[in-house]
């Protein structure tokens, strides 16, 4: 029978719950737990990695913005109660709670916004140190693929510019309470020791969303708007598509834009 203690699942918020205690155990072992103190994870809905992280030695602050997954963690877990931040993550200003200070990032998250969860670790990369969750599978290879692939994209250029991205392993849709339609993978975000870049950031990011925006053109073509020298536009790397770059190469095309004149 089912217990009445339980939040029933949400569509429009993309909940699917965890029930596999020992995948949870997994989740909550691959953070590293180096170079920060205070861990924040996203949409805790019962709580069944969040008892995992409550016995590490780190503080565990939950952030989600379901009310009845609210009010059943602040009565099934006491203790994690004041630390329970009933909002948008999305919207939030997380230094409300975090002051400035570095905090690590982990959940089973929506998957209707799990990019926009790792585009806003990006903005907030310089207090990430670490990242862990799961995603959709196809979207966590995504984010972990390399040059040449297929799915290779923004988010695979974005994310590894700043991370070391390791994609740790897959989920199948019968531990999930609805199983999803699809498979889960969990990967792990890493902060580089050096993660600044040697160019514009904002230029860079724009470059690679604009290159993306039509893979299939050379970037000479799919970099317009951006009023290039043709000196420039002869260089070799104009003539490849954005999805034949690696970061480094992306790093690269940034540089030599910044410093075009005509």
């Known amino acids: 029978m089912e ?23 997994d989740i909550a072992d691959s953070l590293s737990l180096e170079g920060y103190n205070d861990v924040l994870e996203i949409g805790p809905g019962m709580g069944v990695l969040t008892k995992y992280l409550l016995k590490k030695n780190t503080t ?83 984010i972990c693929s390399k040059e040449g692939s297929k799915v290779y994209g ?35 975000l890493k902060r580089k020791e050096n993660y600044s870049l040697p160019c514009d950031e904002k230029l860079f990011f724009r470059v690679v969303k604009t290159g993306f925006q039509q893979r299939r053109k050379t970037l000479r073509n799919s970099l317009k708007t951006f009023n290039l020298s043709d000196n420039l536009k002869a260089n070799a790397i104009f003539g490849q598509r954005p999805e034949q770059l690696s970061v480094a190469q992306f790093i690269e095309l940034t540089l030599l834009i910044e410093n075009d004149s005509e």
């Open 3 to 25: 217990n009445q203690n339980q939040v029933k699942a949400k569509k429009h918020l993309g909940q699917h719950f965890l029930t596999d205690e020992s995948i949870a155990q």
């Open 60 to 142: 565990t602050h939950v952030i989600e913005i379901d009310t009845e997954s609210v009010a059943y963690l602040k009565n099934n877990y006491l203790h994690l109660a004041d630390r329970v931040i009933e909002q948008d993550f999305l919207k939030y200003d997380l230094n409300l709670v975090f002051n400035n200070k570095p905090f690590a990032i982990i959940g089973n998250f929506p998957y209707n916004i799990s990019s926009q969860i790792v585009f806003k670790t990006l903005e907030l990369r310089d207090q990430i140190p670490e990242f862990s969750g799961m995603f959709q599978k196809e979207v966590a290879l995504r």
């Open 154 to 188: 923004i988010l695979s250029v974005l994310t590894q510019a700043f991370y070391e991205a390791e994609y740790l392993f897959t989920v199948p849709p019968t531990v999930f309470n609805p199983p999803p339609k699809v498979d889960s993978g969990v990967l792990r």
